[in-house]
């Protein structure tokens, strides 16, 4: 069904947020129809081909990449968890019932993967109590998550019975922020309910110094007195039980009735046992079913009604995620444990990002005077903030660049001499609807001290993923995508003082159509998004992007006469270039191929004045296939475009996000994180643009955790890590670390 439909019922039943998460697929958000006056809209993807998951917060979609034959069946689970961690996304179970157990009900190879941040324990179109069972099993092993609910509905005609809020995930937030409910979802802080009118409650335990809420851990000594609380309302005759480990299979510690009064507090003592214990909240009672078997309704459907009302009792209302207990850290004991980690020192060091905190998504710039520019998002306290430092200066301080704003987010830096500019994406006070601006701050002095921030963009709708370069002249091109009402994301640019009003680059030959009114499906709306930017010593500027617009159903569902549409989209990369001098555009061009989804492009000029392109690429499959990085170039950056040659070998891994910069000897280098390490991390891969053509020295950067994200110029390489991190669960520790790659510097 279409995003006006799921959108349109989660208002009616008064949610505060709404993730839309469909099979291995990004796109819903690049929909116009993707928008929301009276309720937070959150990133969200169900992925992988087996098992599923859904994963919140994530910037793009999850590529699960193919099998390595003789590895255990979690591999491509595991690196496509810790991908979502590289982009400080939350990573939960689906339906674990099918996907992470066998057919006797225990748990298999995929159950062992670590870093989950939560379990679906009751997903409406399956069987709650296998999840439920499940997820006791994981605490048990020391795994240690919050609990999620899902509609899994595909289907506007059972919504009477399913859809979205039934069942009703909650999360105890900071605010009604993107990140706050991330954050909260990944501490556990989640509770689910039946609807808007099952019971509701929580829990908590204290103590001298002590006051943990679901979701939390408790570290004290062994033998250390907690109370534990909890405060539910429901219906009369509603049972509230709250269970101690293991679970259900020893009777509750205490199992109480909601009488007329439609409330219950109650306390219990409990103490720090010398093995990890965890304590949780569920009630039952009269309601509808807790489960919809959709296959029994479409066979029966008079049977699976009369077969309902008979079995209203006893059903699940409401489930609070566990509160754990122990005398130390707890880590995951599972079958076949995780290769050890084989990173060696790098010699890297930290440029921005705390221990504790998520930082990513960096770029850097070099200055003309080596001067070293580094940009990146940090994460804390359920918010996102833009860090500048200068990173040639050992003394130097992290800057917070966007101020008050919890929802700054993608900086990007470009430099000359003194001059530096960043830019970045800011939803601050703008997510309901989701009307993020593109805002920038310019240093004169190279980097001390901070002029007031500009609004470059500011649409009646969204504008996102700035990109940004810098001329001899110290002219200024920014662009960016942006979308408006009724309109496709497209992308757009200007030349700081000099243009009077921002250019649409992509608009031009786009074939768009709102929806018909039988099928919401069927409006088309082709997208241009991820720009970047680059700028020749001549004063060339050029700007490339993914775009979807000929594929044959872009976005997000079929429609009446298509199916159900296609996934991935036919995304190929397109590119305009501006002479110097000029005010116009070079006509349109396009690298990739119809018969593969070729996507986050950069693009650089080298000394020659070629221009030269990179993406990733995977043939038109959702899952299960690798990335390989491609390159192609043009002697003058509008004709002659070369065939795209391989950079990376897809039979060996995934490689993606590629960022191309240039080195200290002038020729042009092209990083990316690469999933091939024989321990399963996320490295960066390098390779140096050949004397003659084409690409050589590829080779993988053995740094210890794992790496994703990476930017470069001037001969260094930035890019997330969590090297620094102490536990394989719930440790967002992330930094930025800059690495020479060239000697001389």
């Not at 605490?139 to 509609?151: D, K, L, T």
């Not at 040639?392 to 929802?407: I, K, M, P, Q, R």
Request: no cysteine.
């Amino acid at each position: 069904m279409s995003i006006t439909d799921q959108i349109g019922i989660a208002q009616l039943r008064a949610l505060n947020f709404l993730p839309l998460t469909d099979h291995r697929t990004y796109d819903q958000h690049y929909d116009p129809l993707w928008r929301s006056d009276s309720l937070l809209l959150i990133p969200g993807e169900e992925a992988n081909g087996a098992p599923h998951a859904t994963v919140h917060g994530a910037v793009d979609t999850v590529v699960q990449g193919a099998d390595v034959a003789g590895a255990p069946a979690r591999r491509s689970l595991q690196q496509s968890i810790w991908d979502a961690h590289l982009q400080d996304a939350v990573w939960i179970t689906a339906h674990p019932d099918d996907g992470e157990v066998d057919e006797q009900g225990q748990p298999n190879d995929f159950a062992d993967a670590v870093g989950i941040d939560a379990v679906e324990v009751w997903n409406k179109a399956s069987n709650a109590e296998i999840e439920i069972d499940y997820a006791e099993n994981r605490w048990n092993a020391g795994f240690r998550f919050g609990v999620a609910g899902a509609s899994d509905n595909h289907f506007k005609e059972l919504w009477l019975l399913a859809g979205p809020g039934q069942p009703r995930s909650g999360v105890l937030a900071a605010a009604l922020t993107e990140r706050a409910i991330v954050a909260g979802l990944r501490a556990g802080r989640s509770r689910v309910r039946a609807d808007e009118r099952g019971a509701s409650g929580t829990m908590t335990l204290s103590a001298d110094g002590i006051a943990a809420q679901p979701g939390d851990e408790v570290v004290a000594s062994v033998g250390t007195a907690l109370t534990l609380q909890y405060d539910v309302s429901g219906n009369p005759g509603d049972v509230v039980r709250v269970f101690r480990s293991p679970g259900r299979s020893q009777a509750a510690v205490s199992t109480q009735t909601i009488g007329f009064s439609g409330q219950l507090q109650m306390s219990l003592p409990v103490s720090v046992e010398s093995q990890p214990t965890w304590y949780r909240l569920e009630v039952r009672g009269l309601g509808a079913p807790q489960t919809v078997d959709y296959a029994a309704l479409a066979d029966d459907p008079l049977g699976f009604v009369l077969g309902g009302a008979l079995s209203l009792t006893g059903q699940l209302r409401l489930m609070v995620s566990p509160i754990f207990v122990s005398s130390g850290p707890v880590e995951p004991q599972v079958a076949t444990p995780l290769p050890a980690d084989t990173g060696v020192d790098d010699s890297a060091v930290a440029a921005l990002g705390s221990i504790g905190q998520f930082s990513g998504f960096a770029d850097i710039a070099v200055s003309d005077q080596n001067k070293l520019h580094v940009v990146a998002e940090a994460h804390d306290a359920g918010r996102s903030r833009v860090l500048y430092r200068r990173a040639d200066d050992a003394a130097a301080a992290a800057v917070v660049l966007s101020g008050d704003s919890v929802a700054a987010r993608f900086p990007r830096v470009a430099a000359l001499g003194d001059m530096v500019y960043v830019v970045w994406q800011d939803s601050d006070g703008r997510e309901i609807p989701q009307r993020p601006r593109i805002l920038m701050r310019q240093s004169l002095d190279g980097g001390r001290q901070w002029q007031a921030v500009q609004t470059i963009a500011e649409p009646d709708g969204r504008a996102e993923h700035p990109a940004i370069a810098v001329d001899r002249q110290g002219r200024v091109m920014v662009a960016w995508q942006q979308i408006t009402p009724d309109q496709p994301f497209d992308i757009y640019a200007q030349l700081l003082g000099v243009d009077t009003a921002p250019i649409n680059l992509s608009g031009e030959g786009k074939s768009i159509a709102a929806a018909n009114p039988l099928d919401t499906r069927s409006a088309r709306y082709p997208a241009s998004v991820w720009p970047t930017v680059a700028v020749a010593a001549d004063g060339r500027f050029a700007i490339a992007w993914q775009d979807n617009r000929d594929d044959p159903d872009p976005l997000w569902t079929g429609q009446s006469g298509s199916g159900e549409g296609t996934n991935p989209d036919d995304w190929q990369i397109r590119l305009r270039q501006r002479a110097a001098g000029a005010t116009d555009w070079s006509a349109l061009i396009t690298l990739g191929a119809a018969d593969r989804a070729d996507r986050h492009p950069d693009v650089a000029y080298d000394p020659a004045g070629k221009l030269v392109a990179v993406w990733d690429s995977k043939v038109l499959s959702a899952a299960g296939v690798n990335l390989a990085v491609l390159s192609s170039e043009s002697l003058d950056g509008v004709t002659g475009w070369s065939e795209p040659v391989a950079i990376t070998d897809e039979g060996l891994g995934s490689s993606q996000n590629p960022r191309i910069g240039t080195g200290l000897d002038g020729r042009l280098r092209v990083a990316w994180a690469d999933s091939r390490s024989a321990d399963w991390r996320w490295r960066i891969g390098t390779a140096r643009q050949s004397v003659d053509a084409g690409w050589s020295g590829a080779e993988l950067l053995l740094s210890k955790g794992n790496n994703g994200w990476p930017a470069l110029d001037g001969g260094v390489l930035v890019f997330a890590s969590t090297r620094n991190a102490v536990r394989l669960q719930r440790d967002p520790t992330q930094q930025i670390m800059a690495l020479t790659l060239e000697a001389g510097r």
